[in-house]
């Protein structure tokens, strides 16, 4: 696992310096993992201190990012949680979702 983490970090490092190298805009992955890394940087951490907090900083990124539902996805996401309160399946969660999202 640390080793795979290890492995991001420095592909997604290589991918940002390349990136920018070649002035073209980076993905959205690719600049959480620069402002993880420049904020580990300046907080001097190493080793598994730094593993930590840069797992944290893009964890915490993502979430972020996650937290902007479209419109569409927020009615989704709300009829799906009415529908777990319910205990509905099978047949009936179907034809309740369907009801849910055709609502204004």
Known sequence: MKKLFMAMVVIGMACGA????AEKQATPQQQRMTVCNQQAGAKS???DERKSFMSNCLKKDA????KKLTP???KMKR???DAAKK???GDARKSFMSNCLKKA
Request: aromatic letters at 0%; proline letters at 0%.
């Open 87 to 89: 205990s509905l399946s």
């Open 72 to 74: 569409q996805q927020a």
């Open 79 to 81: 009829c799906n949680a």
């Open 45 to 47: 951490l190493k080793g």
């Open 63 to 66: 979430a972020q990012a996650e």
């Open 18 to 21: 390349s990136v920018q190298a």
